[in-house]
Nanobody
Framework: QVQLVESGGGLVQTGDSLRLSCAASGRAFSSVVMGWFRQPPGKEREFVAKITTSGGSTYYADSVKGRFTISRDNAKNTVSLQMHSLKPEDTAVYYC???????????????WGQGTQVTVSS
């Protein structure tokens, strides 16, 4: 089992940066692929980024590529999402998630945090 708790959301302006963190409990953290998803108002949850168990490989949605960076620290059981050049369309509830045989589809992830709100004003 892995329990996930996100933090770091808030209200920022266009062009600002923000760092989200996800703290995990449970011994399985280092064995699961970790990802970030977001759910904009009135829309479905969408993939943002994922990182392999070792942190050696990452994958991003086209909409955030070059602006967001996912990282993990297995010694501290944390995964982070560094976001730069934020845009109003990045406004969403952001979730961290973990799983084993994962893709970019939310239903392939086994563990979810409760979400943290990111609002980017224009």
């Amino acid at each position: 089992q892995v329990q996930l708790v996100e933090s770091g959301g808030g209200l920022v302006q266009t062009g600002d940066s923000l760092r989200l963190s996800c703290a995990a409990s449970g011994r399985a953290f280092s064995s699961v692929v970790m990802g970030w998803f977001r759910q904009p108002p009135g829309k479905e949850r969408e993939f943002v980024a994922k990182i392999t168990t070792s942190g050696g490989s990452t994958y991003y949605a086209d909409s955030v590529k070059g602006r967001f960076t996912i990282s993990r620290d297995n010694a501290k059981n944390t995964v982070s999402l560094q976001m730069h050049s934020l845009k109003p369309e990045d406004t969403a509830v952001y979730y961290c998630a973990g799983g084993w045989a994962v893709t970019t589809a939310p239903n392939t992830y086994n563990y979810w945090g409760q979400g943290t709100q990111v609002t980017v004003s224009s």
